[in-house]
Nanobody
Framework: QVQLVESGGGLVQAGGSLRLSCAAS????????MAWYRQAPGKQHELVAR???????NYADSVKGRVTISRDNAKSTVSLQMNNLKPEDTAVYYC??????????????WGRGTQVTVSS
């Protein structure tokens, strides 16, 4: 019912930058929190950054100072600007969003993921 499509992953050298984007589509009445998670091989799924509809953000300690999450409520998009990337940032990054459908039902959706690979 709500689709999230990520873009912007790729291969980058350590110290480089990438910008991930995610667009939501569907019969959405409102989107509350939007977030980026990641999962590296052999590791648990972890929150990278979250942003509320009012713009309040929180970040994983491992990315603070290097990553900025932002959103455009009018376009139902969320972005993740990642700078000074490290090999340990290599993972599949997933977009996540929750809110209300026009029917009044809650939704929580995930994108299919985009690969980020940081070479040393």
């Amino acid at each position: 019912q709500v689709q999230l499509v990520e873009s912007g992953g790729g291969l980058v050298q350590a110290g480089g930058s990438l910008r991930l984007s995610c667009a939501a589509s569907g019969v959405v009445f409102s989107i509350h929190d939007m977030a980026w998670y990641r999962q590296a091989p052999g590791k648990q799924h972890e929150l990278v950054a979250r942003i509320t509809s009012g713009g309040i953000t929180n970040y994983a300690d491992s990315v603070k100072g290097r990553v900025t999450i932002s959103r455009d409520n009018a376009k139902s998009t969320v972005s993740l600007q990642m700078n000074n990337l490290k090999p340990e940032d290599t993972a599949v990054y997933y977009c996540n969003a929750g809110g209300l459908l026009v029917t009044g039902a809650d939704f929580a959706s995930w994108g299919r993921g985009t690969q980020v690979t940081v070479s040393s």
